[in-house]
């Protein structure tokens, strides 16, 4: 019950954060990106529970498919054996704060404690340092990018929800995704998502039909050069 009140809190804030960003003056996180080529990028979040993450990390090495888990800090302590699986198996890790707050009611202080504190746990174990941060709730606001940019991490949203927390069953989670798709989408899933085993390899499998490479976050961003559009689209100047 938890993490369904939780990931429902997500959907209601991202839509917040969205309304919110089509602001002139706002700074933008990355919802997805534009590219001259097939590649996307299918990104976990993790904060609550670990019942399907191997499963999950066993799909993705049958399909030969790299991705990006978003942690929390609390997860990273209660799961360290799972986040030197995730590492030990060439996936990318990515910051999902300390505490899981709304990160635009902190203060520069606290935004800054947040994503230090997970990502120096991350850096013990992996001896990485995340350079991808993702708001928890999908929630923020100027300070939190400039915040996180200050700090070496690319603010990074989705421009395709899976829905997958609303528990609908697995076809509704995959029409959603492949219907949805093009190149440069970011997809949001769940690291504990109820039926995510069972429709996870579905939706690799129709996106690799398609043409699709899916990659981590971090090789499908842009790092110079760029601008982002009112609906958070990276584009690379020409």
Same mark, same amino acid.
């Given at each position: 019950m938890t993490m369904v009140l939780s990931l429902m809190t997500i959907s209601i804030s991202k839509n917040y954060s969205v309304i919110n960003a089509?602001?002139?003056?706002?700074?933008?996180?990355?919802?997805?990106?534009?590219? $001259?080529?097939n590649k996307i990028a299918i990104s976990f979040d993790a904060a609550y529970g670990d019942e399907y993450t191997l499963d999950i990390l066993d799909t993705l090495d049958k399909y030969n498919v790299k991705s990006t888990f978003f942690l929390v800090k609390f997860w990273v302590e209660k799961f360290p054996h799972r986040v030197e699986e995730i590492h030990k198996r060439g996936h990318e890790i990515g910051n999902h704060s300390a505490t899981h707050p709304n990160m635009s009611t902190l203060s520069r202080e $606290?935004?800054?404690?947040e994503l230090n504190d997970t990502g120096d746990l991350i850096y013990e174990i992996t001896k990485e340092k995340p350079i991808l941060f993702r708001p928890p709730y999908g929630d923020y606001n100027d300070t939190v990018i400039e915040v996180a940019r200050e700090n070496g991490y690319h603010t990074i949203q989705w421009d395709i929800d899976s829905l997958d927390?609303?528990?609908?069953?697995?076809?509704?989670?995959v029409d959603r995704v492949v219907r949805n798709v093009s190149s440069g989408s970011i997809v949001l899933f769940h690291n504990n998502a109820k039926y995510i085993s069972e429709y996870l390899p579905l939706v690799i499998e129709k996106l690799q039909e398609e043409g699709y490479e899916i990659v981590p976050v971090s090789e499908l961003i842009h790092y110079e050069d760029y601008k982002i559009d009112n609906n958070g689209r990276q584009i690379p100047n020409k």
């Open positions: 089509f602001s002139p003056t706002k700074e933008l996180p990355i919802y997805s990106v534009e590219r $001259n080529d $606290n935004m800054a404690k927390w609303k528990e609908l069953g697995v076809q509704p989670v």
